[in-house]
């Protein structure tokens, strides 16, 4: 038996889009549903099983940032959002609430098939090769179940989105070992990033943030000037 397609939401209000994203997605083995209105979509979202959002940022009723916020309130599914603007605070402004990546609306279908199959790849653990998967990684009381994909800080379920997972995984497994940028890049991301993308920045201060890490007395995530970020040895006292 074939695998079931995967099944990915289309939030966008424009119609003509929509038709050709569906159209071009479908052959290419995935079930694409689209709403045109944020309110909607949002609630659609999450009452359904979806395996990946694609989510315009101009929306009626609710834009597409405060659809993204409703969401990460709840869910870690992946988040591909789209833009027709170019202006990086955008951008920034979308992976600071949790987006897994950002593509303006001039991309060409073969670029947004290659971006969600990567965001798809990151949230089933298939980023790319890798040391071999642990069980069970613990620092102080965060714990990291590596293969069920999931984190608890104490008692408390952490919500990550793939990006934030795989990042945390990474730092962990190296704790006491500094990672730069571009290591966490090419870990991390089926693709390639220019060199001073902001977004590996963003997403660890997002995941400072659900640590309840202060970046100045870190218990966590300690950041290095001009070199990178380590997760902190609790052992070795790093």
Known sequence: MSAAPARILLIDDDRKLCRLVRDYLTPMGYAVEAVHDGAEGAKLALSEKWDAVILDVMLPGLDGLEVLRRLRQESGIPVLMLTARSDESDRIVGLELGADDYLPKTFSPRELLARLRAVLRRAQGLAGPGPEPVTEICVRDLKIQVEARSAT??????????????????????????KSREQLVDEIRDREYEVFDRSVDVHVSALRRKLGDDAKEPRYIRTLRAAGYMMIDPEGQS
């Open 153 to 178: 800080l104490g008692s408390e379920v952490l919500v990550l989105t793939p990006v934030e997972f795989e990042l945390l995984v990474v730092l962990a497994r190296a704790k006491g070992r500094v």
